[in-house]
């Protein structure tokens, strides 16, 4: 606590301390104690850290602007894809006491009680002269410090991902205060981070990007491959679960093959385990590495607000299932063909025969796609479309549109990566999109020369038609894909063991 009070008050400045006055707006103050841990689970440091009470800020006199970008999991996955490819140098940094770098703006005013247990000369109270933490705008005032640092070492920010910087031969991936550099050049590397530090900002290089947000990066430099593991995570899922009794064997896949209803007449979850918080961890694992229990942690997640017994349930055996896989994670493992693949696939009112027919949200399709670039998965999602669908194609037809939307600025933004470390116009120019669709129907809607509607699609042609006219302007190939091979199903429905298997090696590597 006085370390943290010493760095504020002496080596930040971050306020002076002043007489209060009748006419002042006092926020309190209060402590934080955290436990820092490793990816894997073990304990880093422990953490006191002096905050202001944010939740009493009035906006239009504490405060105006609170929002901050931080960055997608999709454009940290596709730089590691490209560092293993391409054999690039990367190192991770850490920014000191981040938010307190930044400047209150102007015309900002605030004033704070001061630390309990640490007060002197009486009734005086802190004037901010930097954002410190707990202040709403103090995330956003730090990355706005931290782009116009970045912007005048030459970085130029991305339109495709705010937090994304890139200049000439290095790319700078911004979360907050954790900072991932990657370069053809170690020295160009250490040469930007000198240079934020002669500028006075406290930054501290960790070594290589071995771990990035609770993920281990494990990084194989002669097979070219890069491992994604959250074991630390998963062990936490399993125990909250209460699994770790030998009692509970692990399972082959995540969901029942049926769809998860709503429920309505069930019984209320028992409450052996905080519902929300377990669906809370297995959204981040699911997010980050686990694409294999994406579909399953979905379905239970739409039912925090009223969990019942059966929902509990299909939360252990996903537990189960990650109790056998303890150890497993996303393997990256680029190919040496420059392409982008996208799966996009659609379950056609799953929910329909299995909830009340008389509730439209089971008539609702669902929409599931994986984007792969040179071979690796870097994108996916599993969610219920907001339209009811009326056949078959439909649904799939609209899976095909919302897959798109996120397909065509990663093929941009890989297009700014190889560009970024020197490779040649004529190899971007080379790179291969194609969307790999199951549905006939939807295949054949998409590619239509001239591109046109037809009498039965003119219902959602004007949502879900868009992306037809980048299909020949970006040399898109629709392409047939046989069911078995289709990875998106892994995203919209629950599979038996063998085609589970099968897929879940094509996308994963195991």
């Known amino acids: 606590m006085e370390e943290e009070l010493t760095t504020l008050e002496h080596d930040l400045a971050a306020w002076d301390l002043v007489p209060r006055e009748p006419w002042m707006h006092v926020l309190p103050s209060t402590w934080a104690f955290h436990i820092k841990r490793f990816p894997n689970g073990l304990v880093k440091k422990f953490k006191a850290r002096f905050c202001v009470r944010g939740d009493c800020q009035k906006e239009g006199i504490d405060f105006w602007e609170t929002w901050p970008p931080v960055v997608q999991w999709s454009t940290v996955r596709l730089m590691m894809t490209l560092a293993a490819k391409l054999d690039l140098c990367s190192a991770q940094a850490d920014i000191t006491a981040a938010f307190v770098h930044a400047d209150l703006e102007p015309g900002e005013q605030i004033f704070v009680r001061q630390p309990a247990g640490f007060q002197r ?5 802190l004037s901010l002269k930097r954002t410190v933490y707990g202040l709403r705008q103090a995330p956003r005032s ?11 070492h030459g970085l130029v920010q991305s339109d495709l991902d705010p937090c994304l910087f890139i200049g000439k031969h290095i790319i700078v991936v911004v979360y907050i205060d954790d900072l991932l550099f990657y370069s053809k050049s170690m020295d160009t590397i250490d040469s930007l981070i000198s240079a934020l530090h002669d500028e006075g900002i406290w930054i501290r290089k960790e070594g290589s990007a071995e771990g990035f947000l609770g993920v281990d990066v494990t990084r194989d430099t002669s097979s070219r491959r890069i491992t994604l593991t959250q074991t630390g995570l998963t062990q936490r899922i399993v125990e909250a679960l209460g699994l770790c009794s030998h009692s509970f064997t692990a399972l082959s896949t995540p969901p029942e093959s049926a769809p998860l209803p709503k429920d309505s007449e069930g019984d209320l979850a028992s409450g052996a385990f905080n519902y929300a918080a377990v669906v809370g961890m297995l959204l981040y694992l699911s997010g980050h590495s686990r694409p294999d229990i994406a579909f399953a942690v979905h379905q239970c997640a739409r039912y925090t607000f009223r969990p019942t017994r059966k929902h509990e349930l299909a939360l252990i055996r996903i537990g189960r299932y990650l109790k056998g896989t303890m150890d497993k994670g996303l393997i990256l493992s680029p190919s040496d063909e420059a392409r982008i693949d996208c799966f996009p696939d659609a379950d056609f009112a799953g929910l329909y025969g299995h909830e009340d027919s008389q509730d439209p949200h089971c008539a609702r399709s669902r929409t599931g796609f994986v984007i792969l670039a040179f071979g690796c998965p870097v994108l996916w999602k599993s969610r219920l479309q907001t339209e009811i669908a009326l056949s078959t194609m439909e649904a799939e037809y609209v899976a095909l549109s919302t897959a798109c939307k996120d397909l065509f600025p990663i093929v941009d933004m890989a297009k700014s ?23 006939v129907g939807a295949l054949t809607l998409a590619g239509l020369e001239p591109r046109r509607m037809t009498p039965r699609s003119k219902h959602y042609a004007i949502k879900y038609h868009w992306f037809c006219e980048h299909v020949a302007a970006r040399r898109v190939q629709l392409v047939k894909v046989e069911t078995h091979n289709q990875l998106g199903d892994l995203f919209t429905k629950g599979l038996p063991f063998p085609a589970f298997s099968h897929l879940r090696s094509m996308l994963m590597g195991w």
């Open 417 to 439: 990566f190889c560009l970024a470390i020197g490779l040649s116009c004529e190899s971007v120019a080379q790179l291969h999109i194609k969307i790999h669709e199951d549905n």
């Open 142 to 152: 730090f990355f706005r410090y931290l782009s116009r640092s970045l912007t005048l």
């Open 121 to 125: 000369d009486g009734d005086h109270v």
